[in-house]
């Protein structure tokens, strides 16, 4: 077997995973204290990607009692001829529905993960980009949190598609208002809930 042909060298591009977190809550609860934002991680890709708040389970945690112990999983695949890594999105939670752009996934349901999208659990929005490389057996994820909900963006970007250039452009006024949450505004905390949790959690 000519090992050369399956082992990556140094110089090997790996494909990286961009994932950016939004929560209205973000500035006021530490939600990712386990994450390591700001630096490329090396991830095996034949071990898939699991996010939520059970450190036994998940590569990834959020520190949030609402989120499920595992919520997401991503796992990376080639197609035959092809060096491209591409990824699928699964939904690991029992309590709610995740939503890929305009598609929802039930629980244990995946799908193709499109190289930008939009996802969204509870009150958490997360961007995920994929930037292509040519390492096979590894790929990079990077975390960062974004100060304005992703959403906002997208809605923008597809406005801008639809509209002609003759109408007047929106005014974004106030962007940081919804960061502004306090702790004991109930109101606008997730969704997500797990039937493990005590009820005073």
Request: hydrophobic content about 35%; some cysteine.
């Amino acid at each position: 077997m000519n090992v050369s042909l399956t082992m990556e060298t140094e110089e090997d591009l790996l494909t990286c995973l961009q994932i950016k977190f939004y929560h209205p809550q973000q500035n006021c609860k530490g939600f990712y204290g386990r994450l390591p934002l700001g630096t490329r991680r090396r991830h095996t890709a034949d071990d898939p990607l699991r996010l939520g708040r059970d450190d036994q389970a998940c590569a990834y945690i959020l520190l949030d009692p609402r989120v499920s112990r595992k919520q997401l999983a991503l796992y990376a695949y080639h197609i035959p001829q092809s060096s491209e890594m591409l990824f699928t999105i699964q939904n690991l939670s029992q309590r709610g529905k995740l939503s890929v752009n305009t598609s929802a996934l039930g629980y244990l349901e995946r799908m193709d993960l499109p190289d930008k999208a939009l996802i969204r659990f509870g009150e958490y929005e997360i961007l995920i980009i994929r930037e292509s490389g040519e390492a096979m057996a590894n790929f990079e994820v990077e975390f960062e949190v974004l100060a304005v909900p992703p959403s906002r963006e997208t809605s923008m970007s597809l406005w801008k598609e639809q509209t002609s250039m003759s109408l007047p452009p929106v005014m974004e006024t106030c962007s940081d208002s919804r960061i502004s949450l306090s702790p004991e505004d109930s109101s606008f905390g997730p969704q997500e809930s797990d039937e493990t949790l005590p009820c005073d959690s």
